[in-house]
């Protein structure tokens, strides 16, 4: 009998398999004790050494605007950017950069992107619209100083996070022929 038999549940893969991304999320947004819930689930990630080399910070109503002045200072214009205004709920995804002989900046950034990934697979699954937005902007000065990130901090970006409109499905990813992205290890 293999592993993966078709009549064993499988609720980790359907929900990977069901995610959406949602550029557009209606003005409802999880609480702060819903989401330290999915944030202690999120923590379980993959973590080389147990460093936890990433934070989190939400970003709710007046702080989405001073992130708008932030980015709008980076881009050299004169009005606030109002995209982080797209959703009421904004994470920003911090990777801190541990001292360590093991293991290398580069996989403490993995993890980081590790734990936002997760959480996202999280919010989806409760029903939050979500989806993960970068830009050129996350490693400026004005973006930088305004989530007071440390020297070691890189902010890799931020989930928005809101409820999912009723007349939107999200985002649709093809999927993929799984041959062409797993091979042997040539002779």
């Given at each position: 009998?293999s ?15 069901a ?13 702060r ?25 939400e ?23 109002s ?5 009421p ?5 911090v ?38 937005r ?54």
């Amino acid at each position: 009998m293999s592993v993966s038999d078709a009549r064993t549940p499988h609720p980790a893969r359907d929900a990977v398999r069901a995610r959406r991304s949602y550029s557009k999320v209606t003005d409802v947004a999880p609480t702060r004790e819903e989401l330290l819930d999915l944030v202690a689930a999120a923590a379980r990630v993959a973590d080389h050494s147990g460093l936890r080399p990433w934070r989190l910070i939400e970003l709710r109503g007046a702080d989405r605007e001073r992130l708008g002045r932030a980015i709008a200072k980076a881009q050299g214009d004169d009005e606030p950017s109002s995209k982080p205004l797209r959703a009421p709920l904004l994470i920003a995804i911090v990777a801190c950069i541990r001292p360590s002989e093991k293991v290398p900046a580069w996989e403490q950034e993995a993890v980081a992107s590790g734990v936002a990934h997760t959480l996202s697979l999280l919010l989806d699954e409760a029903g939050w619209g979500v989806i993960w937005r970068t830009g050129r902007y996350t490693r400026s000065k004005p973006v930088a100083k305004a989530h007071r990130l440390a020297k070691d901090e890189r902010l890799l970006g931020w989930l928005y996070v809101g409820g999912k409109p009723e007349d939107e499905r999200g985002g649709h990813r093809k999927t993929v022929d799984p041959e062409e992205f797993l091979s042997r290890l040539p002779q």
